[in-house]
């Protein structure tokens, strides 16, 4: 099992940017891919960027394709998400989550997610 815990959320005006990470502890980190979900209020929680287990892949929603970057520093259990140029329509409760195989998009595949971390883009 693998315990993760998010932080770097907070208030930002439009335009500007956050750095959101994900600290992970219990098992080895490398073995786990790593995703960045995102959850506003009356709507589903969606998926906003995954990293596979050695950083090599990528992915991203459309809607944060060119503004925001996922990374990983195995070493330090670290997944980190760089938020740039947010606009309001970025705010919701943005979540970490791993699974022990390759990444993905949908939030049903991870067994294992953080308790969230508010972001709030005023405009």
């Known amino acids: 099992q693998v315990q993760l815990i998010e932080s770097g959320g907070g208030l930002v005006q439009a335009g500007g940017s956050l750095r959101l990470s994900c600290a992970a502890s219990?098992?080895?980190?490398?073995?786990?891919?790593m995703g960045w979900f995102r959850q506003a209020p009356g709507k589903e929680r969606e998926f906003v960027a995954a990293?596979?287990?050695?950083?090599?892949?990528?992915y991203y929603a459309d809607s944060v394709k060119g503004r925001f970057t996922i990374s990983r520093d195995n070493a330090k259990n670290t997944v980190i998400l760089q938020m740039n140029v947010l606009n309001p329509e970025d705010s919701a409760v943005y979540y970490c989550a791993a699974r022990m195989s390759a990444a993905a998009t949908n939030f049903n595949d991870y067994a294992y997610w953080g308790q969230g971390t508010q972001v709030t883009v005023s405009s």
């Open positions: 990293i596979s287990r050695r950083g090599g892949n990528t």
């Open positions: 219990g098992r080895t980190f490398s073995n786990y891919a």
